[in-house]
């Protein structure tokens, strides 16, 4: 499988190379030469396919010769290690929790996976890269943990302080080996333009291959299509027209739901539900695309202005803006109106949503959800990520699970950057 530039102004690569760039050299998103769909006898017999079968029946295609099958089904199996549960919480309504790994985040899965795809390519010293990334809090813990030991692989965290919960920190700062945290004095948009600066220094990049671990990155992007073929596994009995409404920042993961609609899976309607940062909803509804500094909000995960995967939405559709709005929705809400949705799932379900989910629940109710229908919602992040909010709207103790506990007893160790010349000094020294 080749991918190509959505630039249209770089030489095609293989998977290996698109992961170990990240980006392409014109700047572009990488994106797959083609998309063949899964046979119409995967889907049939889904619910009796094992979880690493149906990642690996779905992905293999988009990693090509580049990792043998052995190996593949070792790195799935080793990635998947954790549930996807659908718990119905309305009727016809129910939320996929992808939270049950080890940063308690969604985004562990792709982590995961572009580090131990990395770790293969680095199998014999030939591909060692420093992974740069900036994170407003959840991707920094998830890429930590992925990449944690994964040989060749250096990892540089930008976050910035004080702007992360208390959490997050633990998860980005207490791992030490390969992991390194910098804290920028700054907000992440600071964090960003620090990293982007930082791939375009050819002082830098003559001198070490630098890739992003954000969704940018095929290998973590592409993997999130395992959610909508795990939710369908388990909904499929029910025989209902399935709307997916995914909590959006930058994307990423719808984007990839919509991979798994192409091959094959039977979805109605994709929503893509987000808080005040509402670039893709407005461009829906008069067609001018026209990022925006990002507003923070209590889904901080998703204050993103200019979501970096939606061109690769509009690619999925074929640049066609009838075809997309046909197939896709996207509403946006705010704090107060999240806030409510917590409240109220609470109250008449005993069902406990970060502000995250909420947001999710809130567009599924929003496309509405009719009798032939089931609608999912993806709880991207445990309430615990986001304590205070979470116990302080409606009024009850989170648990705090084990694998959180065990970080928040570390030191924290991380080396303080003021400017771009000090990170500049700290990539080459
Ligand atoms: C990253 C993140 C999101 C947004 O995902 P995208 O793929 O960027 O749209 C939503 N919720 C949580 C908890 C996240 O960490």
Redesign the pocket.
Known sequence: MNYYSLNNNAPKVNFSEAVIKGLAPDRGLYFPEEITPLPKSFFDTIETLDNVEIAYQAIHQFVGDEIPEIELRNILEDVLSFDFPVVEVEQNIGTLEL?HGPTM???DVGARFMARCLGYFNRNNENHVTVLVATS???GG?VANGFLGVKGVDVVILYPTGKVSAIQEKQLTTLGQNITALEIDGVFDDCQEMVKTAFLDKDIIDYKQLTSAN?INIAR?LP?LFYFLFAYKQVKHKRKDITFS???????????GIVAHKLGLPVKQFV?ATNINDTVVQYLKTSEYNPKPSKATI?N??D?GN?S?FIRIQKLFNNNFEDLTNAFSAYSFNDIQTKEAMKKIYNSTGYIA?P??AVGYLGLKKQGINGSDYGIF?E??HPV?FLDTVEETIDVKVKIPSQIQKVIDKEKKSIAIDSYKKLKEFLLG
């Open positions: 939270f985040a969604f985004k809090g959840d991707t998830a969704s992007w999130q995914v909590p959006s920042g930058n994307f990423g993961n719808i984007c990839a893509a889904s995960a998703m993103v979501p995967n970060d995250h989910g993806l991207t992040a990520k």
